[in-house]
């Protein structure tokens, strides 16, 4: 095996040969006009289904923002229709024969769609954040749709009085953050975004995948990224030095030890101290290390691990909770004959420390960060089964004993699935491999199958990254949609050859189609085929947990990342960074929450340190590009490849990425004002006043603004990509603020010597493990925000006066932080024939703000906050409408009528059949969506 050293001579070499190729093609963030495409990666859920007669499929087209609708035949499928309907579908479902509905993910809605006439959005359904999946059960069919326990929808006086309606209480422990949304279909009534029946209330994280029993009474519900049970002791807590069996006292509380280290890393540099990351022993009831030690003390809270809730149809109410599924669940089913619940997950390891190939002799995540399964819910038992159960994790690759042809047995990222009627076969589309697993139900079950053997099954297909599988028995077909090419394939299953292909509109610029395989591919990009860089980056996003990722065996580099605050660190902190050095980056970093990677253009530096910003291709104190093209070495060090990807390869991974962008804000109100809370916040934050509440003079001191900069015409949402000291033994990067409201549901901690707030006692059962800062240990924003308080010296802390107020007005702010979309972006209505009421002030709300000027770097600077698209049933098609503020009118698409006016347009929708749907979709897409169809 290469020494460290020798290794890093060689890539040092490497890099200066093909740091030309790299800069070469490097991506320009800055554009001269809005871009007509916005990427946010939202993932597909039921992304086909099948009409109940058979004669019709229908397949949602996520970046056309449309469904597409097929008449199945002999032949195979012939396009009959297509449908505009909200931003970023991800899931659908045939209500009978004659009406569709479309979770849009990014619109907060679901599209009635009838096919009655000329197929059309009838009715659109305003919900709670980030819908995600829809089915229909119980006495008169009743629609249960999944989304996060937040949005401007749940809050909107339109569903005053609807149970489970109203404030989602994101500062307030015990909560469940998962809803379901419940709507009667033959009573959805006239108000803005139809009344539901109920808004169910789950105690898990965000939910995602739904099914039903055969009988059609019981509904389940699956948490998305539901956890391990698994959580960051504070660094504080974790005793100085290394001894991991020398107990110590901490503010009245007995922890059992240091870190398990090892001290220092090959070089002999000190390593910083840093958090723990323990999981929970339910046979023991004691949260454990890797030694395990018992950290009781040191967590305040409980994690049940809810992952899958059945829910009674008719009564609404919950009939029971199965824990322990797995740690991110995608998809579910049920078998038609038995009922067994069928949940396609993966299950971390984030508790296993270090990356590399361990050769300081301990433990490593290299090639094993999460194992794929399918949990069969039998009963009143949960049976998880592993996919991939032939893999040795114990080898290597390039090591004696590692089978490289084992990868061609394995399957990666398990999503969407489908049982045969006769309960026997599982259908399961596995995304990051490019095939579809088959298994037989009883052997899955029964965990007697053979991957070797039973991989002969599986079915390879073209395109890459099948994300929805349709069952077609009577013509024995399997219907597949292939994401990466966006398309939708026939399967012949007697010979598992693909008999045809149809492929969706897609407006995704090629930079994005061409990289997006590269976040996803396990088969190529992995040593095994189970890993890639999706099994943490959870479609790009987060997967809500910390790992460990340090590597002992790697040398300390430079930090030449400018810095605020570095002057204190070396006065108050003699051992930053382990070293002693402001300007290292050590490469035991101790945990870290996944971050995501979305909306990272104009964030500078990767990482949580920053510390992207050295690497193979070199150093860039603020160059995303480099940076991002620095992961290079994770496909050795943590997707266990014997070789790194090529220029090429990553360079395509860097283009993608790079466009892909964070969601709107769906805390902060849809006309973009603030509360009187969150403006006391605002002006605190970027007040007169230092943040210590003293007075400026003499250049002493700066407000919060002074490090979290807010810029946005220069894309700063929280950061400019410095550094800074945090009062904590390592330099960090400022991170930006844009998502802090995903990061809401752990809530209890122990007081430290920083954190001197009041210990939050014993706060019962939580969904979270993680919460905020880098190693996810602290419980909530306002906790962080009172620990600077107590360090007036370097001019950071609150007023004395007031601090709890001030720091929950600040906190509001944050949960509410600007990003680089406007909070109306995706948001849409229908008006139709009996609804203008209370439809028509929301529609003089989406003009407003198609007027409003906006200022956003990623979208090339001077914008609106939207722009307005209206879609129309007229002459037998939808035709479409684009909002023209300089000529307060609406343009029609067939580039000759003259515009119509506003009244015009509402006009439109007195007719039955021509219900007029308005949406505000991102500036610069207007022209795309509205009119060039």
């Known amino acids: 095996m290469t020494p460290p050293r020798l290794r890093s001579i060689q890539k040092s070499l490497l890099a200066a040969l093909s740091l030309l190729a ?117 006495t008169g069919g009743r629609a249960f749709i999944t ?98 069996y020398l107990p110590c006292l901490v503010n009245g509380s007995i922890y059992p030890g240091g870190s398990p280290g090892p001290a220092t890393n090959h070089q002999g540099v000190p390593a910083p101290e840093v958090a723990l990351i323990v999981k929970y022993n339910n046979q023991s009831s004691q949260w454990q290390d890797e030694l395990g030690r018992n950290w009781n003390n040191a967590v305040r809270f409980r994690l049940p691990d809810q992952d899958v809730f059945a829910l009674d149809a008719n009564t609404l109410g919950q009939k029971a909770a199965y824990p322990h599924v797995g740690t991110t669940l995608f998809n579910m089913v049920t078998n038609p004959v038995t009922g067994t619940v069928y949940v396609s997950n993966t299950e971390a390891f984030n508790h296993v420390r270090f990356e590399g190939p361990g050769n300081y002799g301990g433990t490593t995540v290299q090639g094993h960060l999460a194992e794929t399964r399918i949990t069969a819910i039998l009963g009143g038992s949960v049976l998880p089964r592993r996919l991939n159960k032939h893999l040795d994790y114990s080898k290597l690759a390039n090591e004696p004993g590692f089978d490289p042809a084992a990868k061609a047995h394995s399957l990666s990222m398990p999503l969407d699935m489908v049982v045969s009627r006769d309960g026997r076969k599982l259908y399961v589309a596995a995304y990051s491999s490019s095939k579809v697993g088959v298994f037989d139900t009883q052997a899955l079950e029964a965990d007697s199958f053979n991957p070797t053997l039973n991989s002969a099954a599986y079915i390879p297909v073209s395109g890459g990254g099948p994300s929805g599988l349709i069952l077609d028995e009577e013509r024995n077909r399997l219907y597949v949609m292939t994401r990466f090419d966006n398309a939708v394939k026939v399967v012949d299953l007697a010979t598992r050859a693909e008999l ?89 970093k101790g945990p870290m929450t996944t971050q995501t990677l979305r909306g990272m253009v104009n964030s500078g530096a990767m990482h949580w340190r920053g510390d992207r910003s050295n690497g193979f291709f070199g150093v860039g104190q603020l160059d995303p590009n480099l940076s991002f093209m620095n992961f290079i070495v994770a496909f050795e060090g943590l997707l266990g490849r014997a070789s790194m990807p090529t220029v090429a390869e990553m360079q395509r991974f860097t283009d993608f990425q790079l466009q892909v962008q964070l969601p709107p804000n769906p805390v902060r109100n849809l006309d973009n004002s603030l509360t009187a809370a969150q403006q006391r916040g605002l002006n605190f934050y970027s007040g007169s006043r230092r943040a210590d509440g003293i007075p400026f003079g003499e250049g002493l001191g700066f407000t919060c603004e002074g490090c979290h900069r807010i810029d946005a015409s220069q894309g700063f949402f929280g950061t400019d990509g410095r550094v800074s000291f945090e009062n904590i033994p390592q330099i960090v990067k400022i991170p930006h603020l844009r998502n802090m409201y995903q990061k809401v549901g752990m809530f209890g901690n122990p007081t430290t010597p920083f954190f001197l707030a009041r210990d939050s006692g014993w706060t019962g059962d939580q969904v979270r493990g993680f919460g905020f800062v880098h190693d996810g240990a602290v419980d909530t924003a306002a906790r962080f925000l009172s620990a600077i308080v107590f360090i007036p010296s370097i001019g950071v802390g609150f007023p004395l006066n007031n601090p709890d107020a001030t720091r929950r007005d600040v906190e509001q702010l944050l949960l509410a932080f600007d990003t680089d979309l406007a909070p109306i972006v995706g948001q849409q209505v229908t008006l139709t024939n009996t609804n203008s009421a209370s439809v028509g002030p929301r529609i003089d709300l989406l003009l407003q703000r198609a007027r409003t000027p906006f200022t956003s770097k990623v979208l090339g600077g001077a914008v609106t906050e939207c722009d307005l698209v209206a879609k129309v049933a007229l002459g037998g098609r939808v035709k479409g409408f684009l909002f023209s503020p300089a000529a307060n009118a609406f343009t029609p698409d067939d580039g000759t009528a003259a515009n119509v006016t506003d009244a015009t347009l509402r006009n439109y929708a007195k007719t039955a059949g021509q219900e007029v749907t308005y949406t505000c979709v991102p500036p610069g897409s207007g022209p795309r969506i509205g009119l060039n169809r």
Not at 97 to 116: A, I, K, P, Q, Y
Not at 184 to 211: S, Y
Not at 513 to 531: F, I, M
């Open 147 to 244: 989304t996060a326990h937040r949005g401007q929808h749940r809050t909107h006086a339109s569903i005053a009085g609807v149970p489970g309606a109203g404030d989602p209480q994101l500062t307030t422990p015990g909560v469940g953050r998962a809803d379901v949304w419940v709507f009667d279909p033959a009573n959805l009534g006239t108000t803005l975004g139809g009344t539901p029946v109920r808004i169910l209330n789950l105690f898990g994280d965000t939910p995602r995948a739904l099914t039903v029993s055969p009988d059609g009474q019981t509904v389940y519900a699956a948490v998305f990224k539901s956890g391990n049970q698994t959580t960051s002791i504070m660094e504080e807590a974790v005793c100085e030095g290394f001894n991991p």
């Open 500 to 588: 045809g292909k149809q492929v969706l509109a897609n407006p995704e610029p090629a930079a994005v189609v061409q990289g997006r395989p590269v976040l996803y591919d396990a088969t190529t990009l992995s040593a095994n085929g189970e890993a890639s860089c999706a099994s943490c980056h959870i479609f790009g996003d987060m997967d809500d947990l910390a790992w460990d990722l340090g590597n002992p065996d790697e040398d300390v580099v430079e930090n030449t990342i400018p810095g605020r605050l570095l002057g204190a660190a070396e006065l108050l902190k003699p051992h930053i960074n382990g070293s002693g050095n402001v300007e290292d980056f050590h490469p035991m």
């Open 22 to 138: 790299v800069m070469s093609p490097a991506f320009t963030p800055a554009h001269a006009a809005a871009p007509s495409f916005i990427a946010f990666e939202s993932g597909h859920v039921r992304p086909l289904a099948l009409s109940p007669d058979g004669t019709r499929l229908f397949a949602v087209n996520t970046p056309d923002n449309s469904l597409s609708i097929f008449t199945v035949g002999a032949s195979g499928l012939a396009l009959q229709a297509k449908v505009p309907v909200g931003l970023e579908p991800v899931a659908v479902a045939p209500r009978g024969n004659s009406e569709v509905w479309v979770v849009n993910h990014l619109s907060d809605s679901v599209s009635v769609v009838s096919l009655s006439g000329t197929p059309r959005v009838v009715r659109t359904l305003l919900v709670g954040d980030e819908p995600r999946d829809i089915v229909f059960a119980g």
